[in-house]
Structures are given as structure tokens and as C-alpha cells.
């Protein structure tokens, strides 16, 4: 489907120099003289480069249909990282940077979806926020106000985040799995 380079969108999937981009970030400007043009910071999908590119009005790019499909993180082996169809029950083997820092969050059983262009998987979602343990967590500091003061603390799978004061070692946590942020204190 053809679509203007101004109506590109965070999350797009785009169709660029013979390659597969997802949009990251963008940037709509209308300068004082000439037309308005939409700044857009890509990365390609399949060998992980980013690129800028400015779109204006005028031009028009391919914009890519995915097909989803719901996935089982079984286990890691190596580098690569083994998910099952949930409705074949056919096994896939993908590189561990396909899921980048988010790997970390990973859990035997976790459920996932994977994203498919042409049969071929070319990106991995997990889901947003998971629980975990904090392992490690250093001790507060007197006289630091509970409002703008976070401290340093490990997760059980190795991930450090920042959490509030009165999280300590033990307690269970929401995690925002793509910020690597603390969320809240789980229930």
C-alpha cells in the first residue's frame, strides 16, 4: 500500500532502497520557505543499520503488511533463541540480537508474537511490562527525599533498574520490558 511520506508513522513498516525499515522516531517540519517534509530515523529490519531520511509531501513510499503470529519461547541455545508455533507446533531457531536487549526479559513458556514478512520472521514482541525479582538492591541513603531519589538494583535475570527507596532485595517488581524501567511494586 502506497502512502505519502508525510503520513509515516512510529512503527511503521516501510518498503526503502530495497530494503525493510521500521520508523523509530519522527520529525514533522515546516520550514519558513519550501515544503513541509517529515524527518524519519529508520532502521532496517533485516541487518539492524538506521538511517535518516527526509520524506516530503510529494513522495510516496511502500508501506509493508506483516503477518503476526502468536509464538512459545521454549529456550536459548547459543546465540540463538528457540520459539514454537502455538498452532503448528513447528519450532524456529532466531539470533538473540533479532529480540535485542528485551532478551534478557525472556522466560521458558513465555508467550510472544512474532512478526513475518514473506513466511520469514524479522522481529520478535514481547509483551510490555513483566514481573521479576530483585536480587540485589543497595541500601538507602538518609536524608534523600522519596520523590526524586531512585537506587540502583539487580534483577534475577541480571538487568539493572532503578527502583524507589523502599524496594528492597526480595520484593517483586513490574518491569517495563522495553525501557528496562520499574513500573510498580507487583501485587
Not at 59 to 77: M, P, S
Amino acid at each position: 500500500m502506497k502512502i505519502s511520506g508525510v503520513d509515516i508513522r512510529p512503527g511503521n513498516i516501510i518498503e526503502y532502497e530495497k530494503g525493510l525499515w521500521k520508523a523509530t522516531k519522527i520529525q514533522h517540519t515546516q520550514p519558513g520557505k519550501g515544503g513541509a517534509y517529515m524527518q524519519v530515523e529508520m532502521k532496517n529490519l533485516i541487518d539492524g543499520r538506521k538511517n535518516n531520511v527526509r520524506f516530503r509531501s510529494a513522495e510516496t513510499v511502500e508501506k509493508v503488511r506483516l503477518d503476526t503470529r502468536d509464538f512459545q519461547f521454549l529456550y536459548a541455545e547459543g546465540e540463538g533463541l528457540v520459539f514454537m508455533d502455538k498452532e503448528s507446533y513447528e519450532q524456529v531457531t532466531l539470533p538473540r540480537d533479532l529480540v535485542g536487549d528485551a532478551a534478557a526479559f525472556l522466560t521458558d513458556g513465555m508467550n510472544v508474537m512474532l512478526e513475518l514478512y514473506e513466511e520469514r520472521p524479522i522481529s520478535v514482541a514481547l509483551p510490555d511490562h513483566v514481573e521479576a525479582v530483585i536480587v540485589e538492591a543497595d541500601a538507602v541513603v538518609k536524608g534523600q527525599t522519596a520523590s526524586s531519589s531512585y537506587k540502583p538494583a539487580i534483577l534475577d535475570n541480571g538487568v539493572r533498574v532503578m527502583v524507589p527507596p523502599h524496594i528492597q532485595s526480595g520484593t517483586r517488581i513490574i518491569v517495563d520490558v522495553y525501557a528496562q524501567e520499574y513500573v510498580k511494586k507487583a501485587e
